[in-house]
């Protein structure tokens, strides 16, 4: 049983999906049917809201639209769960779209998960993104809340803080004897390989501008995989910021070095969500933040 109309159901599922005949085996419906659903409701509203291409993506129209939907499936399915007993499952078994950063991901936040999971029996549907990005997730409607470095709240979204990550500049010993042997400054950091996570990542362009104000171009290793990024610096690759929780076992085991064993990295992190009275993502928030309080910097 749905409360919502069923083109908006249909719009939700297209976006969820990518395509039309995902969302069809989701709806139960045909492929053709949603493809009316859709096109009813963009006549409906005198604009396009889906562009039909692999995967299916929303137009501006559509992102605007989506940010609207995405609170009201939520409720509807805490409505639904306290009127239907048959519905109660249903109702934890949607996916939570949630957009976090992969440093949060492989250090703290599968604990907050798997405790929600445990607890409520939620379902997740994680979108991963660098911290400076993930609340575009949630300014297009992709998703319900975000773990974000962004402070400000987007409009009609709550923002709450949940602690520092601390990030250290580091390298194996054999890599900091030879490229920061006299020091860690513009000229050592404009010589030696740097590794980067992909091109959206500003962390060691960020520890750079404090040390030097010299537009540096330093030989770049991308590695996007947190997991992998301090094995790269232990196996000679660069040097590049890392997780503290992350470092730690490499620093103790002797495989990484700080290279500068002054200065570090702290980066806030919030959960932001959309605004409205629901008791999921008021669960969701809570856990998150008792979890994030026993693993971040406050």
């Known amino acids: 049983m749905d409360l919502l109309h069923p083109q908006l159901a249909a719009f ?18 045909t492929s053709s049917a949603v ?55 249903s109702a934890a078994t949607r996916p939570v779209a949630i957009a976090v950063n992969d440093d949060s991901l492989d250090t703290w936040f599968l604990a907050a998960m798997a405790q929600l999971h445990q607890q409520y029996g939620y ?11 993930t609340l575009d997730l949630l300014r297009n409607g992709s998703v319900l ?11 009609g979204c709550n923002v709450h803080p949940l602690g520092v990550m601390r990030y250290r500049a580091i390298a ?10 006299d020091g860690v400054d513009a000229h050592s950091l404009a010589q030696a390989p740097m590794i ?28 996007p995989t947190s997991s992998g990024f301090v094995e790269a610096a232990a196996r000679g690759l660069g040097w590049c910021l890392a997780p503290q929780p992350l470092a730690e076992p490499y620093l ?3 495989r990484i070095v700080l290279i500068d064993a002054q200065r570090h990295l702290d980066v806030p992190l919030y959960w932001q969500h959309a605004a409205v009275r629901s008791s999921v993502l008021q669960r969701i928030g809570q856990v998150l933040r008792e979890t994030a309080a026993d693993a971040l910097r406050t």
Not at 12 to 25: K, N, Y
């Open 35 to 89: 493809s009316q659903r859709i096109k009813a409701l963009e006549d409906r509203l005198g604009q396009v809201l889906v562009v039909r291409q692999a995967p299916c993506r929303p137009t501006r129209a559509g992102e605007r639209l989506l940010r609207r939907v995405r609170p009201m499936q939520a409720l509807e399915a805490e409505a639904l769960a306290d009127f239907l007993v048959e519905d109660r499952a």
């Open 172 to 181: 194996s010993p054999e890599y900091a004897a030879r490229h920061f042997a």
């Open 123 to 133: 379902l997740f549907d994680v979108r991963v993104d660098d911290q400076d990005h």
């Open 145 to 155: 809340g975000a773990i974000t470095a962004e402070a400000n709240a987007l409009q």
């Open 196 to 223: 980067v996570f992909n091109r959206k990542d500003e962390l060691q362009w960020r520890f750079v501008r404090r040390i030097t104000r010299a537009r540096l171009t330093p030989p770049i290793n991308y590695v």
């Open 252 to 254: 103790r085991a002797g």
């Open 12 to 29: 939700a599922a297209v976006l969820e999906e990518g395509s039309f005949e995902g969302a069809a085996r989701r709806l139960s419906v």
